[in-house]
């Protein structure tokens, strides 16, 4: 792409993130110094390299997925907060009594109040806790209760009815046989452990092993499930955005941010410490919006810290809240 075409394209991706209007040729020949007829024949071939598209509603372009991204990598430039933005955020960091994970949540949501979009934070969970114990009581001959404990003092429990058939005695005997086998065992890996090493091993001893099984499975689950620390500000903004305005389109949106999908796609989004802008498709999210996000560490703690809104996003205003954001947080240690 020649500098021309750059140019151009720099330009309708932040006049369209700024109108949410199709960017007509007219509205370009100032700013580049070309004629109409050059900027509409420079249009031509955006849209042929698939960079841009016609809107089906105006003569105009809007950016597409790939103009998204190449403007992500090759154009875009981290903008300089305003002092009104540093002054928010520096204020919650300036508060030496909050912990870590109190100021990150607080901050996103300034950061989901100024941009419009949601902000998340996902802190450390229970990967980094090792099972302990795990008891199994009976409260009669058809009803037990499962007590997963870890090395970090967490404790969840859950009630089973088991079917009538079943020995009340074989399964607390049972519990405490695999009690011996998982005890130390990261609580994110107790599953896979339990599928293919323990497993095999109670099928030889108990009749009824698959109830067991699915016993000792679903607590488990249940353990991780409940103990993912995340922390979601602003999910009714996204919903404001114009991209959003007919009512399958708000519905579709508001179900993926309440659906159990959305804690896994945000725990699944790369671990890596470098900021990461996911557009599109490329979310697994949603095809209309983008993810970005970065990671934190500070004082033992770390976790990671996103932003969800519409492709058409405010790419260096959300980049540079991200950066400042993380800068602070990583420095708040040397203040203590």
Known sequence: MDERKKSLLKEIVEIYVKTVKPVGSNSLCKKLKCSSATIRNEMVALENMGYIEKNHISS???PSEQGYRYYVENLMKPKDLTGEDMLKLQTIFSNTELQVSDAVSKCLEIISDLTNYTSIVLGKNSDDNLLQQINIIALDSSNIIAVVCTNK??????????????????????????NKMLIGTPINKVSEKLEFEVKPIIAKK???????????????????????????????????????????????????????????????????????????????????????????????????????????????????????????????????
Do not use: Q
């Open 206 to 336: 108990i009749k009824d092993y698959e109830t067991v099984y699915n016993i000792f499975y679903d607590a488990f689950n249940g353990f991780i499930k409940n103990n993912t620390n995340i922390h979601v500000s602003g999910r009714v903004n996204l919903l404001k955005e114009p991209e959003y305005e007919t009512t399958e389109d708000i519905k579709r949106i508001a179900n993926k941010l309440e659906d159990e999908s959305f804690k896994e796609m945000v725990s699944k989004i790369d671990g890596s410490e470098d900021l990461k802008i996911y557009i599109g498709k490329d979310s697994n999210f949603d095809d209309n919006v983008t993810v970005i996000k970065k990671k934190y560490k500070t004082n033992g703690e770390e976790g990671t810290i996103a932003i969800i809104g519409p492709k058409r996003m405010e790419y260096e205003r959300v980049v540079s809240l991200l950066n400042y954001m993380v800068d602070k947080i990583e420095g708040k240690d040397e203040r203590k």
């Open 153 to 178: 003092g967490v404790v969840e429990n859950k009630k089973f009815v088991l079917p009538s058939d079943t020995n009340v005695e074989e399964v607390v005997k049972t519990g405490e046989m695999i």
């Open 60 to 62: 105009g372009r809007v």
